[in-house]
C-alpha cells in the first residue's frame, strides 16, 4: 500500500494575500494614543482591544485587510522592524539614534510624540559648563548608553554609563551616578525627585520606519502604507499636532492630477495670505518697539520664548559665547573653518575696485567703494539650528570691510544650538542678542546712542541680511512693513540668504 506524502517544496508566493499581511509594530503607551488618529484617517486602525489596556493580546487585525498590527515595548519596535519580525513600525527617533540599525529607513517624521533627550543633575548642584570643560569622566545613568557616550565623547569625556531600563531619577539619589541621561517632556518628574534638566542633547519626536529588504521585495503595498501616513497627515494635521503641536511632512502636487493648477496657485499664494492675517498684530509690534525699545523686547520674548530678560541681559555675553564653542565637536569646528574659509575665499574674489581717472578734458573722475558702517543679521532658531545662515551672511559682510556685525537668533526656553553661536564667533561677529521674531527686526531700526553694557540694546543699522524661507512669517511681515515706510530698497526672503536694504539713515552708500 502506497503511502501519500505530503508536498514538502515551498510554494512560490504569486500575491500580497498570499504572503501574509503586512505587520506594523505599534509601541505602547503615549504614543500609541498619538498616533491612533492618523490610523484611522489612514484607514489603518486596529481592532478596538488594541487600544484598552486589559486584553492579553500583542496582534491585532486593522481596516486594512493586507496590515495587521503588533503592540510592542517603545525600545523594540526597532529590533522587530530592523529583524524583518514587522515590516513597517513607529517608534521614536530617540531609539533610531541609539541603535542606528542599517536595516531600517525612516521616511516619514509623524511629528507626534514630542519630547528631548536631556541631561539632568541634583537641583541642589550649581551647574557649571566651565566644570565639565575640566571633567575627564563622569558616572551617569541612563537607557541610552550610546547616544549618553557619543554626547559626553564629542566635550572630551569619558561616560561612565549605569545602565538602567527605567527610574533613572533614583540613581543620583542613591549614589549610582552624579548625572543622569533620559527622555523628558515637562519636566514634572525631574522636579518631584529633586532633579533640573541641565542640557538638551537632541529633540525627538516619532518616525514612521521600514524595513528596507521588505520595501524592495513588496514596495507597493509598503508604498501605499507610507502614502496612507503622509496623506492622513496632510488631510487633517491637528491629529498628528496634538502631542506635540505641529506635523512635519513634505506636501506632493501631481502634474497629471485633475486638480493640479488650482492646488499650485494655493501653494504659490498660501504664504502671502498667511502674511495678510498677521499685519495689524506686526504693525502693532513694530510701533512699540519704536516706542518702547528694549522693554518691549524683553516683554515680547517672555511672551512669544517663554525666556525672561533685563536689558542687561538681551546679549550673549564672551564667557557664553566661549562656553558654546566648547561644547561643539572639533569635527563640527573643523567643517565649519572648512566652510567659512570657502566662503571668505569666494566673497574677496567678488570685491570690486575703485575706478579713478583723468578723462580727455583734465577732469578726474572716479568711484570709490565704501563698506557700511554697521550691518545687522537676523538666523531663524526657533524649529532648527542654521550655522550655515550665519556664515554666508557674517562672512560677506567682513570681507567688506563692515566693522560692527549684530545678529539676532530666537533661543525658545532660552535654549540655543552652540553650533550657532560658533558660527557667529568663527564669522566675526560683533554682537548677539537672544530675541527673534518682527520685534528683533524692529530693533535694527531704532536708533539709540549708548551702546554700553546693560544700556539700550535696540540699535541703527544700514542693511539687515538674513534669514531664508526657513524665517517664520512675522520676520518676514516686518520687512515687507519696512519696504512700505522706509526709505531703501529691499529683497523677500528667498532660497538662499538675501539682502534686505531698509536702513534709518537713507544711506545710498553700498
Same mark, same amino acid.
Given at each position: 500500500?502506497?503511502?501519500?506524502?505530503?508536498?514538502?517544496?515551498?510554494?512560490?508566493?504569486?500575491?500580497?494575500?498570499?504572503?501574509?499581511?503586512?505587520?506594523?509594530?505599534?509601541?505602547?503607551?503615549?504614543?500609541?494614543?498619538?498616533?491612533?488618529?492618523?490610523?484611522?484617517?489612514?484607514?489603518?486602525?486596529?481592532?478596538?482591544?488594541?487600544?484598552?489596556?486589559?486584553?492579553?493580546?500583542?496582534?491585532?487585525?486593522?481596516?486594512?485587510?493586507?496590515?495587521?498590527?503588533?503592540?510592542?515595548?517603545?525600545?523594540?519596535?526597532?529590533?522587530?522592524?530592523?529583524?524583518?519580525?514587522? &515590516?513597517?513600525?513607529?517608534?521614536?527617533?530617540?531609539?533610531?539614534?541609539? #541603535?542606528?540599525?542599517?536595516? /531600517?529607513?525612516?521616511?516619514?517624521? +509623524?511629528?507626534?510624540?514630542?519630547?528631548?533627550?536631556?541631561?539632568?543633575?541634583?537641583?541642589?548642584?550649581?551647574?557649571?559648563?566651565?566644570?565639565?570643560?575640566?571633567?575627564?569622566?563622569?558616572?551617569?545613568?541612563?537607557?541610552?548608553?550610546?547616544?549618553?557616550?557619543?554626547?559626553?565623547?564629542?566635550?572630551?569625556?569619558?561616560?561612565? /554609563?549605569?545602565?538602567?531600563?527605567?527610574?533613572?531619577?533614583?540613581?543620583?539619589?542613591?549614589?549610582?551616578?552624579?548625572?543622569?541621561?533620559?527622555?523628558?517632556?515637562?519636566?514634572?518628574?525631574?522636579?518631584?525627585?529633586?532633579?533640573?534638566?541641565?542640557?538638551?542633547?537632541?529633540?525627538?519626536?516619532?518616525?514612521? /520606519?521600514?524595513?528596507?529588504?521588505?520595501?524592495?521585495?513588496?514596495?507597493?503595498?509598503?508604498?501605499? /502604507?507610507?502614502?496612507?501616513?503622509?496623506?492622513?497627515?496632510?488631510?487633517?494635521?491637528?491629529?498628528?499636532?496634538?502631542?506635540?503641536?505641529?506635523?512635519? #511632512?513634505?506636501?506632493? +502636487?501631481?502634474?497629471?492630477?485633475?486638480? #493640479?493648477?488650482?492646488?499650485?496657485?494655493?501653494?504659490?499664494?498660501?504664504?502671502?495670505?498667511?502674511?495678510?492675517? %498677521?499685519?495689524?498684530?506686526?504693525?502693532?509690534? +513694530?510701533?512699540?518697539?519704536?516706542?518702547?525699545?528694549?522693554?518691549?523686547?524683553?516683554? +515680547?520674548?517672555?511672551?512669544?520664548?517663554?525666556?525672561?530678560?533685563?536689558?542687561?541681559?538681551?546679549?550673549?555675553?564672551?564667557?557664553?559665547?566661549?562656553?558654546?564653542?566648547?561644547?561643539?565637536?572639533?569635527?563640527?569646528?573643523?567643517?565649519?573653518? %572648512?566652510?567659512?574659509?570657502?566662503?571668505?575665499?569666494?566673497?574677496?574674489?567678488?570685491?570690486?575696485?575703485?575706478?579713478?581717472?583723468?578723462?580727455? %578734458?583734465?577732469?578726474?573722475?572716479?568711484?570709490?567703494?565704501?563698506?557700511?558702517?554697521?550691518?545687522?543679521?537676523?538666523?531663524?532658531?526657533?524649529?532648527?539650528?542654521?550655522?550655515?545662515?550665519?556664515?554666508?551672511?557674517?562672512?560677506?559682510?567682513?570681507?567688506?570691510?563692515?566693522?560692527?556685525?549684530?545678529?539676532?537668533?530666537?533661543?525658545?526656553?532660552?535654549?540655543?544650538?552652540?553650533?550657532?553661536?560658533?558660527?557667529?564667533?568663527?564669522?566675526?561677529?560683533?554682537?548677539?542678542?537672544?530675541?527673534?521674531?518682527?520685534?528683533?527686526?524692529?530693533?535694527?531700526?531704532?536708533?539709540?546712542?549708548? &551702546?554700553?553694557?546693560?544700556?539700550?540694546?535696540?540699535?541703527?543699522?544700514?542693511?539687515?541680511?538674513?534669514?531664508?524661507?526657513?524665517?517664520?512669517?512675522?520676520?518676514?511681515?516686518?520687512?515687507?512693513?519696512?519696504?512700505?515706510?522706509?526709505?531703501?530698497?529691499?529683497?523677500?526672503?528667498? &532660497?538662499?540668504?538675501?539682502?534686505?536694504?531698509?536702513?534709518?539713515?537713507?544711506?545710498?552708500?553700498?
Amino acid at each position: 500500500m502506497t503511502v501519500p506524502q505530503p508536498d514538502l517544496q515551498p510554494k512560490r508566493s504569486s500575491g500580497a494575500q498570499e504572503r501574509g499581511p503586512l505587520v506594523l509594530a505599534l509601541p505602547k503607551g503615549r504614543i500609541l494614543k498619538a498616533v491612533t488618529p492618523l490610523l484611522d484617517k489612514a484607514g489603518m486602525a486596529p481592532s478596538p482591544d488594541c487600544l484598552g489596556d486589559d486584553s492579553r493580546k500583542l496582534r491585532f487585525p486593522t481596516q486594512n485587510p493586507n496590515l495587521d498590527v503588533v503592540r510592542v515595548r517603545s525600545f523594540d519596535v526597532a529590533t522587530f522592524v530592523a529583524s524583518g519580525g514587522a &515590516h513597517v513600525g513607529i517608534c521614536g527617533a530617540d531609539v533610531l539614534m541609539e #541603535f542606528d540599525y542599517p536595516e /531600517i529607513y525612516a521616511p516619514l517624521d +509623524l511629528g507626534i510624540g514630542g519630547c528631548r533627550v536631556s541631561v539632568a543633575q541634583p537641583a541642589s548642584l550649581p551647574h557649571d559648563p566651565q566644570e565639565w570643560a575640566r571633567w575627564s569622566e563622569v558616572r551617569v545613568a541612563t537607557k541610552y548608553p550610546a547616544i549618553t557616550r557619543r554626547f559626553f565623547a564629542a566635550r572630551g569625556i569619558n561616560a561612565n /554609563i549605569v545602565h538602567l531600563h527605567g527610574a533613572m531619577e533614583l540613581a543620583p539619589m542613591l549614589g549610582l551616578s552624579r548625572l543622569i541621561v533620559d527622555l523628558v517632556d515637562t519636566g514634572s518628574t525631574l522636579r518631584a525627585n529633586g532633579l533640573r534638566e541641565v542640557e538638551t542633547i537632541t529633540p525627538i519626536t516619532s518616525r514612521l /520606519i521600514v524595513n528596507r529588504t521588505a520595501l524592495k521585495t513588496r514596495p507597493e503595498e509598503i508604498g501605499a /502604507i507610507i502614502n496612507g501616513f503622509r496623506s492622513a497627515m496632510e488631510a487633517a494635521p491637528s491629529a498628528a499636532q496634538k502631542d506635540q503641536g505641529r506635523a512635519v #511632512f513634505m506636501k506632493r +502636487l501631481d502634474t497629471r492630477d485633475p486638480g #493640479f493648477e488650482a492646488s499650485f496657485a494655493s501653494l504659490l499664494t498660501a504664504r502671502e495670505e498667511q502674511g495678510q492675517e %498677521v499685519h495689524k498684530p506686526v504693525a502693532e509690534i +513694530l510701533a512699540s518697539v519704536r516706542r518702547d525699545g528694549d522693554a518691549t523686547l524683553c516683554a +515680547l520674548t517672555e511672551k512669544f520664548d517663554r525666556l525672561p530678560l533685563t536689558p542687561a541681559q538681551l546679549a550673549f555675553t564672551a564667557d557664553e559665547i566661549a562656553k558654546a564653542c566648547t561644547q561643539v565637536s572639533p569635527e563640527l569646528m573643523a567643517a565649519l573653518d %572648512v566652510a567659512a574659509t570657502r566662503i571668505e575665499s569666494f566673497h574677496k574674489a567678488q570685491m570690486p575696485s575703485n575706478v579713478r581717472y583723468t578723462d580727455d %578734458v583734465g577732469m578726474t573722475l572716479g568711484m570709490r567703494w565704501i563698506a557700511l558702517d554697521a550691518v545687522g543679521l537676523y538666523v531663524p532658531g526657533g524649529k532648527a539650528a542654521y550655522p550655515s545662515s550665519v556664515l554666508m551672511n557674517a562672512i560677506p559682510a567682513r570681507v567688506a570691510g563692515v566693522q560692527r556685525l549684530a545678529m539676532c537668533v530666537p533661543t525658545p526656553d532660552g535654549v540655543i544650538n552652540p553650533l550657532v553661536l560658533a558660527a557667529a564667533h568663527r564669522a566675526g561677529v560683533t554682537e548677539i542678542y537672544r530675541i527673534g521674531g518682527a520685534q528683533a527686526v524692529r530693533g535694527y531700526g531704532v536708533w539709540h546712542t549708548d &551702546h554700553s553694557p546693560g544700556g539700550p540694546h535696540c540699535w541703527p543699522r544700514q542693511r539687515l541680511c538674513g534669514g531664508s524661507q526657513t524665517a517664520g512669517i512675522w520676520p518676514c511681515r516686518h520687512r515687507q512693513h519696512c519696504r512700505s515706510v522706509r526709505r531703501g530698497g529691499d529683497c523677500r526672503f528667498g &532660497h538662499r540668504p538675501t539682502p534686505d536694504c531698509a536702513g534709518s539713515t537713507g544711506s545710498g552708500r553700498a
